[in-house]
């Protein structure tokens, strides 16, 4: 499909959820995910094999082609060294240990965009002014609102396997198709209310050249706008890949800087997820051609926040 403004427009319109779960909404499709769901979620868990999908914090991702964001920064405010020599026997003697501190931009590394992330114009999901989002934090749709939501049914759909490669090529858009052909050959359906990750495999080919150089606003593998429809048909409670900003790069238009995002976080109200380290959840599905598994990714409690880190769980 042709993607302008025009197209931005029109999706962001049919697509919308604002009002659907009431004006004061401020978790979007997350509303999806019923108890039911997440007691049917919890009997997936089979073998009691946790995957950890939260990339390494020492990984410098952060290449500076995205402006205002930092590699997170570790600094040891005490250490054993210390200890030894001891430096920490006054004014309390015997007690000797480690203690540290980290700082970090929010969506740094693995990390949940809350729904105050993005603004269609000067609007934010559900209808809420830009302006409430302020120096102070976001004071509607902030990360603290999902902070208990974020568990149910995982999906994995795995592209860069469907599509025989270790990674998609940069500029890769995967499309409609793309995800409902690799979900029937995994043989794993979609369903309401799922938290639905797709790995492209750029994320590990970082990993494997260490060569970390635009994954952080480059181009990428990612989806193409037109799953903007396919995610609101299929009503999934959340979006998530191995890439750093999930649609694919360069943009398929030069009207707007990332598009889709637009159309997703304002519009649809979609929890999105990115940065997801996926290689050995992924071999464990292709091994034993389950594709579906217990899920869960709960934020920091951050009130205002317009996003968090994360480590998210998928347990089989």
């Known amino acids: 499909m042709k993607v302008d403004r025009a197209a931005i427009d029109e999706a962001a319109k049919k697509l919308s959820n604002w009002g659907r779960w009431g004006a004061d909404d401020q978790i979007g499709t997350l509303n999806n995910v019923t108890p039911q769901d997440v007691i049917d979620a919890g009997r997936l868990i ?11 914090l020492k990984e410098p991702i952060q290449s500076g082609l995205f402006g205002g964001r930092w590699n997170p920064i570790h600094t040891m405010l005490a250490t054993g060294t210390d200890a030894a020599a001891g430096n920490q026997d006054k004014p309390f ?21 809350a729904l105050c992330h993005i603004f269609l114009d000067d609007k934010m999901y559900n209808g809420h002014d830009a302006s409430l989002v ?23 759909l795995d592209m860069a396997r469907f599509r025989g490669v270790d990674s998609l090529d940069d500029g890769y858009a995967i499309t409609n198709a793309d995800l ?12 309401k209310g799922d938290f639905v990750i797709v790995r492209t495999g750029h994320q590990e080919r970082c990993l494997k050249s260490g060569d970390w150089r635009g994954y952080a606003g480059g181009d990428a593998p990612g989806f193409a706008f037109e799953t903007c429809y ?31 995002h637009w159309v997703v976080i304002p519009a649809i109200g979609i929890s999105m997820g990115e940065i997801f380290y996926l290689k050995e959840l992924a071999e464990d599905c292709a091994n034993d051609h389950v594709y579906e598994f217990f899920f869960t990714a709960p934020p920091l409690h951050l009130p205002g926040g317009a996003g968090s880190p994360i480590n998210p769980q998928a347990i089989k």
């Open 46 to 56: 089979k073998r009691g094999r946790i995957f950890s999908l939260g990339l390494s």
């Open 93 to 113: 003697p015997y007690l000797r240990y480690a203690d540290d501190a980290i700082n970090m931009p929010c969506q740094a590394s693995t990390q949940w965009d």
């Open 134 to 156: 302020d120096a102070r934090g976001a004071r509607k749709n902030g990360i603290e609102h999902v902070r208990d939501k974020m568990v149910g049914r995982g999906v994995l």
């Open 180 to 191: 409902d052909a690799c979900a029937a050959r995994q043989g794993v359906e979609v369903r």
């Open 230 to 260: 396919w995610i609101r048909e299929k009503d999934i409670a959340a979006i998530c890949t191995d890439t750093w900003g999930c649609e694919v790069r360069p943009n398929e238009t030069k009207d707007a800087n990332q598009p889709w």
